[in-house]
């Protein structure tokens, strides 16, 4: 059964002239122009690239501790991966001071074509105010830099696990592939920040009844941190069958993140926010966290069918909402000794099915 890898979708390679033309809309500035000499040598470089599927081109053993020590692994993984295990030993370390992230959901900002600060920006100020206030190191992850800067990219998950649970490895693998032209994965940055800490606040405005864009690639990349194979030699780096074979034969399914607190505000003007906390409550519940009790988590309307062009304004007015913001932060903040401890934590139960 685990050699049964259903094939056919993929449609094939781009031909030289698809590739070229995509590949130059990168430097579609009339700035450029002068440069077209060195353009066309380095479009040349990336169809070989592309060609010769060089996803990861520089590579090192993968050396003891892996199942295959002598299989070459990409040395961008391994530093990631590197960065990922000093973080988790942070995370366990009793004598470190208590830290949050703080990941604002927000794809709106000031940077770029909204022209004004969002919401939940504002609302993560208070939050992360309150945070210190009570003693725990705040680490604010804020989305909208993915709109607001060159080079952030998360780039979209491919489901792995789909396929199987092993060849979902943690960290990801899938990035960067440089045959694609796929880099600058903000991701590797990304999972040492959720590992070290020791409580976890979103705070997210809902886009359409779901969480924003922003939001919902770093989610769906963390997919890895829930049973995420962390030795990509055990499935030959990328080879289906193997990852069938290994998770039939017993997947232990490791939670990366498991017994972190956590809580949530989610605002929204019309419509979805209680869907909304009910989704992100059900993810964080699924991977092992520990919510930090009702006051964590919030779902609240501002500025209910109101105009969008006074929606700061009702947020200023709405002194109820911003303390019950603050709440959340007081909420986390009591339960991070407790999560610390082994107080505060998910029953010790096995589920009767796997994920």
Known sequence: M??????GQWSGWLDR?????????????????????????????????????????????????????EAKLS????????AVMRAAAEHADASQPARALLVV??????ATCPGEVSKSWRIAGLVEETLRAGRVEVDRLDLSELVGEPGRTIHP???CVSTAMPLCHWPCSCYPNHALGQSNDWMNEIYPRWVRAHGIVIVTPVHWYQVPSVLKLMIDRLVCADGGNPDPTSTGGKDPAKAKALELAGWDYPRHLAGRAYGLVVHADASGAEDVRRALSDWLDSMGLVDAGPAARLDRYVGYYEPYATSHQALDRDEAFQEEARNVA???AQAIPDVRAGRLRQPDVKPPRDK
């Open 157 to 159: 998950c491919k489901g």
């Open 2 to 7: 685990s050699d049964d890898v259903r094939k």
């Open 17 to 69: 002239e698809a590739f070229r033309q995509r590949f130059r809309r990168r430097f579609f500035d009339p700035a450029f122009s002068g440069e077209n000499d060195a353009i066309d040598r380095l479009e040349a470089i990336a169809w070989e690239g592309y060609r010769g599927s060089r996803k990861s081109p520089v590579t090192r053993r993968a050396g003891e501790g892996f199942a295959d020590p």
């Open 75 to 82: 040395v961008e993984w391994l530093e990631a991966r590197d």
């Open 105 to 110: 959901g927000a794809a709106r900002t000031d």
């Open 330 to 332: 007081r909420a986390l």
